[in-house]
């Protein structure tokens, strides 16, 4: 997919005119409270779970490539979408501690969601393999706890500060 293309849909679905997230902008609690940002992060992820899922899918079969590799695209797909939308819909009510440095702030974006992966690796290690925990139990619990994490990570290293009222 040509890149401009790409972020040309990206924008349009961030958009406001977009009837999915002007239904969602009217009825979740409001951006600059810390549950409103929790919940559009977790719809966020929803979508860059849907492009992730997508591109994997469009390698695997679309092009035949390895499933690692298939992978390897669909969750760097997924992560510029949640990045994108995070700083575009998610903490919009707060200042962005590296605007300036995008390059910088992507790589902390993207350090929160890898070691997230694996604090998955490890919460699912001792789930399954020393509580003996159902393994999708211990996936669904795992998920929640690697949500916040990658939330409260990034709320706290990338959007900290709430912005002054104009």
Known sequence: MNRSIFFVV???FVNYQNPIIAFCHRHLPKRDALLGQLWRYCITGGVA?????GLFALFLYGFGLHYL???FFGLVGGLVVNYLISIGWVFTACERNFENKKGFEFFL???IGILGVGLNQLLMWLMVGFLEW???????VAAI???????GGRKLLLFRVK???V
């Open 10 to 12: 990206i924008f349009r």
């Open 145 to 151: 706890l690697v949500l916040m994490w990658n939330f």
């Open 163 to 165: 912005k002054e009222p």
């Open 134 to 140: 159902w393994p999708m139990l211990s996936k669904m």
């Open 49 to 53: 779970f849907v492009v992730d899922f």
């Open 69 to 71: 590799i298939s992978n």
């Open 109 to 111: 974006f993207a350090l």
